[in-house]
């Protein structure tokens, strides 16, 4: 090449660096001798939502149900994005009164892409869990869990491991390692280990691929997400959970503050399930701060034995 740069490319061909200030940057931070695995702290920044950078209110697109309720044409499903009518208090109602009625699906359409750095490696894989696909029952399928709750996937783009070489990787200290300052210097340690491992193993010509066996879970990842908006307010209601890992709920927690910025009719009463719905679906493994569904059912069962011993001409029901 004329250039004095060769780009690195990815197997599929794809070019990854794209100015020699990008590559040298690069080189620098991976062959730096100085250098030593860090410990990081989480950021996350949202990068896109509806009607970002505009005037736009991104809660009107949420108006566009209307079209089930009411004959309107494309030009007035277009004047209810753009326009001043109605106002923002009466798109806030309406919001509002589709999440308190379960009418879940219209927030589908409302997308956003947010990205996420100092994380481990070990949180990552529980987003993973959240990648799904529409669900389409059919006729004689059996679905467990009834009733089948499903909407359009989460779709996440992570640093591999395999082509970034982890020379001078960061790394998430659990808060609770700083109680045991002893143990966090081992844990130190560890790291540095881990690091000069990675250089050798480089150094031997070892296929990255296979030096990232030495990498521990603690090793930080960087990952980009995008989902709709009923999806994210079902993650939020797991993760933001007291019961959920603590790297994982501190995520979640810095997301909702910020998503309640953007939006917060949208995520109007987001976070934990039992901030969202009012009772814990957890069951027996319940942290207690709020009434599980089958103490609720209990109460509601009660009830409905005492209203019917009440009824004119009725005793007390048979066992």
């Given at each position: 090449?004329?250039?004095?740069?060769?780009?690195?490319?990815?197997?599929s061909g794809?070019?990854?660096?794209?100015?020699?200030?990008?590559?040298s940057?690069?080189?620098?931070?991976?062959?730096?001798?100085?250098?030593?695995p860090?410990?990081?702290?989480?950021?996350?920044?949202?990068?896109?939502?509806?009607?970002?950078?505009?005037?736009i209110?991104?809660?009107?697109?949420?108006?566009?149900?209307?079209?089930?309720?009411?004959?309107?044409?494309?030009?007035?499903?277009e004047?209810?994005l753009?326009?001043?009518k109605?106002?923002?208090?009466?798109?806030g109602?309406?919001?509002?009164?589709?999440?308190?009625?379960?009418?879940?699906?219209?927030?589908?359409?409302?997308?956003?892409?947010?990205?996420?750095?100092?994380?481990?490696?070990?949180?990552?894989?529980?987003?993973?869990?959240?990648?799904?696909?529409?669900?389409?029952?059919?006729?004689g399928?059996?679905?467990?869990?009834?009733?089948?709750?499903?909407?359009?996937?989460v779709?996440?783009?992570?640093?591999?491991?395999?082509?970034?070489?982890?020379?001078?990787?960061g790394?998430?200290?659990?808060?609770s390692?700083?109680?045991?300052?002893?143990?966090l210097?081992?844990?130190?340690?560890l790291?540095?280990?881990?690091?000069?491992?990675?250089?050798?193993?480089?150094?031997r010509?070892?296929?990255a691929?296979?030096?990232?066996?030495?990498?521990?879970?603690?090793?930080?990842?960087?990952?980009?997400?995008?989902?709709?908006a009923?999806?994210?307010?079902h993650?939020?209601?797991?993760?933001?959970?007291?019961?959920?890992?603590?790297?994982?709920?501190?995520?979640?927690?810095?997301?909702?503050?910020?998503?309640?910025k953007i939006?917060?009719n949208?995520?109007?009463?987001?976070?934990?399930?039992c901030?969202?719905?009012?009772?814990?679906?957890?069951?027996?493994?319940?942290?207690?701060?709020?009434?599980?569904?089958?103490?609720?059912?209990?109460?509601?069962?009660?009830?409905?034995?005492?209203?019917?011993?009440?009824e004119p001409?009725?005793?007390?029901e048979?066992?």
């Open positions: 090449m004329s250039e004095r740069y060769q780009a690195k490319r990815d197997p794809e070019q990854l660096s794209s100015s020699p200030e990008h590559s940057r690069r080189a620098s931070q991976d062959n730096s001798p100085g250098e030593r860090r410990e990081v702290e989480l950021e996350v920044k949202i990068l896109y939502y509806p009607f970002m950078g505009t005037n209110d991104t809660e009107r697109l949420l108006l566009l149900p209307k079209i089930c309720y009411v004959p309107l044409d494309i030009g007035e499903l004047r209810m753009i326009a001043d109605p106002s923002k208090e009466e798109v109602r309406f919001i509002r009164s589709l999440i308190n009625s379960g009418h879940l699906g219209a927030l589908e359409h409302w997308y956003t892409t947010f990205a996420v750095q100092g994380y481990s490696r070990i949180s990552s894989q529980q987003n993973d869990r959240h990648r799904l696909m529409k669900v389409f029952k059919d006729s399928v059996v679905f467990y869990n009834e009733p089948v709750q499903s909407s359009p996937d779709s996440q783009l992570q640093q591999s491991q395999r082509y970034v070489r982890e020379q001078n990787f790394y998430v200290v659990p808060p390692f700083r109680a045991h300052p002893d143990f210097e081992r844990f130190r340690k790291q540095e280990e881990v690091r000069q491992i990675q250089r050798e193993g480089h150094s010509g070892i296929p691929e296979d030096v990232r066996f030495a990498l521990t879970n603690a090793t930080e990842t960087r990952f980009v997400i995008t989902v709709n009923r999806q994210l307010r993650m939020f209601n797991l993760r933001c959970c007291q019961r959920a890992q603590w790297e994982i709920r501190e995520l979640f927690t810095k997301l909702l503050y910020e998503y309640k939006a917060p949208i995520f109007y009463r987001a976070g934990a399930s901030e969202d719905f009012g009772y814990c679906p957890e069951g027996k493994m319940s942290c207690g701060r709020a009434p599980t569904i089958e103490v609720l059912r209990e109460a509601y069962e009660e009830r409905r034995r005492s209203s019917r011993k009440d001409g009725r005793g007390e048979p066992r």
